[in-house]
Nanobody, 114 residues
Framework: QVQLVESGGGLVQAGGSLRLSCAAS????????MGWYRQAPGKGRDLIAR???????EYADSVKGRFTISRDNAKNTVYLQMNTLKPEDTAVYYC????????WGQGTQVTVSS
């Protein structure tokens, strides 16, 4: 059974930083492209960052230069380092394994105050 468990969210002031983690199980983690999505209140769930099996990364324009996705295959974990946070980054953040598209974790709430 595929499981994705996100953690690390919280309340932070604008300009601050957070590091999100996503622990994956039930899959061969190193074989999976991993992504971070976010869903703001009243909006759809958008892909903001992804990392391939060899560590290549891509970012949405809205987070480029501020967020960094990384992975630790030994720990079956993908991370999202978020710097220079803005109020518009407020959302529930989810990770996803692209090979297991129908599986989602519970998400972790990030709230950025102005």
């Amino acid at each position: 059974q595929v499981q994705l468990v996100e953690s690390g969210g919280g309340l932070v002031q604008a300009g601050g930083s957070l590091r999100l983690s996503c622990a994956a199980s039930g899959m061969i983690f190193s074989n999976n492209v991993m992504g971070w999505y976010r869903q703001a209140p009243g909006k759809g769930r958008d892909l903001i960052a992804r990392i391939t099996t060899i560590g290549s990364t891509e970012y949405a324009d809205s987070v480029k230069g501020r967020f960094t996705i990384s992975r630790d295959n030994a720990k079956n974990t993908v991370y999202l380092q978020m710097n220079t946070l803005k109020p518009e980054d407020t959302a529930v953040y989810y990770c996803k394994a692209f090979q297991y598209a129908r599986y989602w974790g519970q998400g972790t709430q990030v709230t950025v105050s102005s």
